[in-house]
Nanobody
Framework: EVQLQASGGGLVQAGGSLRLSCAASGLTFEDYAIGWFRQAPGKEREGVSCISWADGSTHYADSVKGRFTISIDNAKNTVYLQMNSLKPEDTAVYYC?????????????????WGQGTLVTVSS
């Protein structure tokens, strides 16, 4: 059974930082792309960033480029999203997700497995 456990959300002031974690289990890691999505109140869920477990290639939404960094800790089977220079518009529930046999997962229609969300609130 594939499980994705997201954690690390919280309340932070604008300009601050948070690191989200997605602990993965039950999958053959090199076959998957892992992504972070977010959903703000009243808005559709959108792709934020993703990474290929096979080759480490990464992708970012334009809105977070230069501020967010995605990475993998293979020893811990965990994907991290380091979020710096946070803005109030980054406030959302953040979800990690997995897509099998691909190196990119940036659209909700591409997701095979979802983790539970973790709330990030950025105050102005």
């Amino acid at each position: 059974e594939v499980q994705l456990q997201a954690s690390g959300g919280g309340l932070v002031q604008a300009g601050g930082s948070l690191r989200l974690s997605c602990a993965a289990s039950g999958l053959t890691f090199e076959d998957y792309a892992i992504g972070w999505f977010r959903q703000a109140p009243g808005k559709e869920r959108e792709g934020v960033s993703c990474i290929s477990w096979a080759d480490g290639s990464t992708h970012y939404a334009d809105s977070v480029k230069g501020r967010f960094t995605i990475s993998i800790d293979n020893a811990k089977n965990t994907v991290y999203l380091q979020m710096n220079s946070l803005k109030p518009e980054d406030t959302a529930v953040y979800y990690c997700a997995a897509r099998e046999l691909h190196t990119i997962v940036m659209d909700t229609t591409e997701v095979d497995y979802w983790g539970q969300g973790t709330l990030v609130t950025v105050s102005s």
